[in-house]
């Protein structure tokens, strides 16, 4: 079992820059690979970022790419999100989850799920 804590969100301006993290407990934190899904308002989730197991390998949604930055330190349980030149429309609840194996596009491929953070970027 994984629990996963969200934090780092808030309010921001458009063009500036916020950087969410996720705290995960339990063990074989290394085995699992890690996603980072928002949801705006009256909208379904959707795919941000992933990351492999080893973080050797990295995959962005078309819409944040060049903009955002996933990361994961396994020594120390936890992934990042790294959002620079933010925009308007990035405004949502952002959620990190953990998959052991699958799509890392598919959100009902992920097992674990945090409580969600809420970025919010103003014009």
């Known amino acids: 079992q994984v629990q996963l804590v969200e934090s780092g969100g808030g309010l921001v301006q458009v063009g500036g820059s916020l950087r969410l993290s996720c705290a995960a407990s339990?063990?074989?934190?290394?085995?699992?690979?890690m996603g980072w899904f928002r949801q705006a308002p009256g909208k379904e989730r959707e795919f941000v970022a992933a990351t492999s197991w080893s973080g050797g390998s990295s995959y962005y949604a078309d819409s944040v790419k060049g903009r955002f930055t996933i990361s994961r330190d396994n020594a120390k349980n936890t992934v990042g999100l790294q959002m620079n030149s933010l925009k308007a429309e990035d405004t949502a609840v952002y959620y990190c989850?953990?998959?052991?194996?699958?799509?890392?596009?598919?959100?009902?491929?992920?097992?674990?799920w945090g409580q969600g953070t809420l970025v919010t970027v103003s014009s």
């Open positions: 989850a953990a998959q052991y194996s699958g799509s890392y596009l598919r959100a009902d491929e992920y097992t674990y």
């Open positions: 339990g063990r074989r934190f290394g085995s699992y690979s």
